[in-house]
C-alpha cells in the first residue's frame, strides 16, 4: 500500500507541476508578477485551472499526510 502512495503522490506532483506552469507562461511577463497592474478576474479555462491548481494541492497533500501516517484501516 506504501507504493501505492508513493506512486499516486509522483503523478500528482507531475501534474501539479504542469498545471503550474502553464498558468505561469499564459501570464506572459514570467515568473515575478503580470505585466498588468490592474485587478482581473479570472474566466472560463483560467478559472477551471486555477481551482484544479487547488484540488490538486489539496491532494498531493492529503497523500503526504496518509503516507507518512499509514493507518492501520487501509491494510
Known amino acids: 500500500m506504501d507504493s501505492f502512495f508513493q506512486?499516486?503522490?509522483?503523478?500528482?506532483?507531475?501534474?501539479?507541476?504542469?498545471?503550474?506552469l502553464i498558468q505561469i507562461r499564459g501570464q506572459g511577463s514570467g515568473?515575478?508578477?503580470?505585466?498588468?497592474a490592474s485587478f482581473?478576474?479570472?474566466?472560463?479555462?483560467?478559472k477551471n485551472l486555477f481551482q484544479f491548481t487547488i484540488v490538486?494541492?489539496?491532494?498531493?497533500?492529503?497523500l503526504g499526510i496518509f503516507s507518512a501516517i499509514q493507518p492501520s484501516w487501509l491494510f
Open 56 to 62: 490538486l494541492a489539496i491532494v498531493f497533500t492529503l
Open 7 to 20: 506512486a499516486a503522490q509522483i503523478l500528482v506532483s507531475i501534474l501539479l507541476i504542469a498545471i503550474i
Open 40 to 46: 482581473r478576474t479570472r474566466r472560463g479555462v483560467e
Open 31 to 36: 515568473f515575478f508578477g503580470s505585466g498588468q
